[in-house]
Each structure stands twice: as C-alpha cells, then as structure tokens.
C-alpha cells in the first residue's frame, strides 16, 4: 500500500527535467553547429594556404624574370656602348684615311706613297676588323632584344596565370561561404523538422498513454516503470504490457509513413536496472538484464510493424539512476524502460 501511494504520488507532472533536456538539445545543436562552422573554416584555412604558397612561388619566379631582364638590359647599354665606340673609332679611321689619301695626293715622291699606300692597306685591315666588331655587336644586340621580348611574353603568361589563380581563389572562398550557410540551413531545418516531429509523436504517445499508471514523461522521453513490462529479475514482457506496446507499435508506423524518408531518426529503447546486483547463468549483471529488456521491448515492436532500421536497444544497468537515495522507492523508480525519439 505504501509503494502504491508512492507511484500516486509520482504521477504529478515535473517541468524541470523537460526544460533541462531542451536546453541540452539546443546546446548539442549549437555545439554541431560550431563544429560544422570549424571544420569549413578549417577546410578554407587548408585551400588558402594552397594558393598562398602557389602565388609566393610565382612571385619568386616573376622576381628571378625581372632580375634576369635587368641582367639583360645592363648588358644591352654595354652593347650598345661597344658599338658607339667602335663607330667613333671607323669614323676616326675614315678620316685618318682621307688625310692620308689627301697626303698622297699633294706628294709625288714614291716613298711618301709607298708608305701612304702601306697606311691605307693598315687603316683598310682596321677597318674592316672594326666593321666585323660592329656587326658582332649588332648581331648580339638583336638576339638581347629577342630574349627580352621572349621574357617580356613570359612575364606577361605569370602575370596572367597570377590574375586567375586569385581569381579562382576569390571563387572558391565564395563558394566555400555560400556551402557554409547552406549546410547550416540545411541543418536547422533538420533539427526543426525532427522535433516537429518528436513533439507530435510524443504527444500522441502522451494521449495514448498518459493516464496509465507508471508512465511519465521527462522531457523529450516516455518513461514506464520495469514492472509494467517484466517481472522482478526477468526480461520476459508479461501479458499487461503487450496492450501499452501495441499502441507505441501502431503510432511509430503512422510516423514512419509521414515522416521523410531523406530524414534519419531512430527510436532509442533503453532498459535501465536498481543497484542491487544481480548474478544468474541468465544475466551475470544488470547490464545483461537491463540489455535483455530493452531487446524484448525493440523486438516486440518490430514483430508488429515497425520498421527494424528505426529501432536502437540500449542497456545501462543501474549506471543512469533518476533517484540517487538508498530507499526502496528511489530503486522502484530507478527500474524503468524509456522511450525516447532521436537523429539517426
């Protein structure tokens, strides 16, 4: 009699339970949120760098182009240099040439033109030497101006692989955001969409089965005690909890057929034990047992409909009490089987 007043008087609605379960939802959300959100930054940071280090070695290229084309130019002024030598010598040469001929002309004398002839066959050696010297030098200057413009082309092709490549990575950042505010949409209409559907299944559930004695609602999870379903150290469903799980079974397959199948939810049953230990060829511990009724339950409701990919059986023995007190009223709470709707 006093258990029973006990279980009367646990029927009262408790608030605090459920808002501490949607403040820790709404905290796991945010938390995979901000990891989503770091993982793309991540992911941006790793592309970044890729084109960073791209763009340094194009720079240390268009430097080494730019120092050689100097190098090029130092030695086009020097070329140029040499030829402006070698024209004021050949015009030095001509009119040394045109003296002499002058010379020659006003003397009659036969050793004055024999030297004077000797003159011009010398002046004439030099100047065909310088004449060599200076297309030499022409010949070396077209060829710089050649590879200066070959640089200058190359030059241009880095500048314009340069331009695109910040371009692409302008794009790719661009891309990267819009993916990140996409994903996080996305998400958010997930997380709605699943506790629009949660809060429907569970109101349903609450209609179907909240005046029975022993069950409650904690939050977003249907609680019922053990003793509904099973006798004291058995994971055996006793013939009172098969019209309660029937009606479970007959609400999860109206919500499979209305939920999305691109949505991915899954029903968690979890059986959960007292502290008194237990040690049977059957259970060696609660684990075993709390594991065991939490299988009969997921079995019985696929054997009457439900799709079994929508089913999880959990077992955690007597690790997750709701009341921590050594009486025998906090380990009749503590034996329970909980229901509970959540992302696959």
């Given at each position: 009699?006093?258990?029973?007043?006990?279980?009367?008087?646990?029927?009262?609605?408790?608030?605090?339970?459920?808002?501490?379960?949607?403040?820790?939802?709404?905290?796991?959300?945010?938390?995979?949120?901000?990891?989503?959100?770091?993982?793309?930054?991540?992911?941006?940071?790793?592309?970044?760098?890729?084109?960073?280090?791209?763009?340094?070695?194009?720079?240390?290229?268009?430097?080494?182009?730019?120092?050689?084309?100097?190098?090029?130019?130092?030695?086009?002024?020097?070329?140029?240099?040499?030829?402006?030598?070698?024209r004021a010598s050949l015009l030095r040469l001509e009119q040394e040439r045109d003296t002499?001929?002058?010379?020659?002309?006003?003397?009659?004398?036969?050793?004055?033109?024999?030297?004077?002839?000797?003159?011009?066959?010398?002046?004439?050696?030099?100047?065909?030497?310088?004449?060599?010297?200076?297309?030499?030098?022409?010949?070396?200057?077209?060829?710089?101006?050649?590879?200066?413009?070959?640089?200058?082309?190359?030059?241009?092709?880095?500048?314009?692989?340069?331009?695109?490549?910040?371009?692409?990575?302008?794009?790719?950042?661009?891309?990267?955001?819009?993916?990140?505010?996409?994903?996080?949409?996305?998400?958010?209409?997930?997380?709605?969409?699943?506790?629009?559907?949660?809060?429907?299944?569970?109101?349903?559930?609450?209609?179907?089965?909240?005046?029975?004695?022993?069950?409650?609602?904690?939050?977003?999870?249907?609680?019922?005690?053990?003793?509904?379903f099973f006798d004291l150290a058995s994971a055996d469903l006793r013939a009172q909890a098969?019209?309660?799980l029937n009606e479970i079974a007959q609400s999860l397959v109206q919500l499979e057929n209305?939920?999305?199948?691109?949505?991915?939810?899954?029903?968690?049953?979890?059986?959960?034990?007292?502290?008194?230990?237990?040690?049977?060829?059957?259970?060696?511990?609660?684990?075993?047992?709390?594991?065991?009724?939490?299988?009969?339950?997921?079995?019985?409701?696929?054997?009457?409909?439900?799709?079994?990919?929508?089913?999880?059986?959990?077992?955690?023995?007597?690790?997750?009490?709701?009341?921590?007190?050594?009486?025998?009223?906090?380990?009749?709470?503590?034996?329970?089987?909980?229901?509970?709707?959540?992302?696959?």
């Amino acid at each position: 009699m006093a258990l029973g007043r006990s279980r009367r008087g646990d029927r009262h609605i408790d608030y605090w339970p459920g808002f501490v379960d949607a403040l820790s939802t709404l905290l796991l959300v945010f938390v995979f949120l901000l990891s989503v959100f770091v993982l793309a930054q991540f992911v941006l940071t790793q592309e970044i760098g890729t084109k960073d280090d791209a763009m340094a070695r194009l720079q240390a290229q268009i430097r080494q182009l730019t120092d050689l084309l100097a190098l090029e130019r130092s030695n086009d002024a020097d070329a140029e240099s040499q030829i402006g030598t070698l024209r004021a010598s050949l015009l030095r040469l001509e009119q040394e040439r045109d003296t002499l001929r002058d010379a020659a002309t006003a003397l009659a004398t036969p050793d004055q033109i024999a030297e004077a002839e000797s003159r011009n066959s010398e002046l004439a050696r030099q100047l065909g030497q310088e004449k060599d010297a200076a297309a030499q030098a022409a010949a070396q200057i077209a060829l710089l101006n050649q590879q200066i413009a070959a640089l200058r082309r190359q030059m241009a092709a880095l500048e314009e692989a340069l331009d695109i490549s910040e371009q692409k990575d302008k794009e790719s950042q661009a891309r990267l955001t819009d993916l990140g505010r996409r994903l996080n949409v996305a998400l958010a209409q997930r997380v709605q969409e699943l506790t629009r559907y949660r809060s429907e299944f569970f109101g349903r559930l609450n209609r179907i089965l909240g005046n029975r004695p022993g069950i409650r609602v904690v939050g977003d999870r249907f609680v019922m005690q053990s003793e509904i379903f099973f006798d004291l150290a058995s994971a055996d469903l006793r013939a009172q909890a098969i019209p309660a799980l029937n009606e479970i079974a007959q609400s999860l397959v109206q919500l499979e057929n209305e939920i999305p199948e691109d949505l991915a939810w899954v029903l968690r049953v979890d059986g959960h034990t007292d502290d008194r230990p237990i040690q049977t060829p059957q259970y060696p511990s609660n684990w075993e047992l709390s594991a065991a009724r939490a299988i009969a339950v997921v079995q019985y409701l696929a054997a009457h409909g439900v799709s079994p990919k929508h089913l999880v059986a959990a077992g955690f023995g007597e690790y997750q009490p709701l009341d921590a007190a050594d009486t025998e009223e906090a380990r009749a709470r503590n034996r329970r089987i909980e229901l509970k709707l959540t992302e696959r």
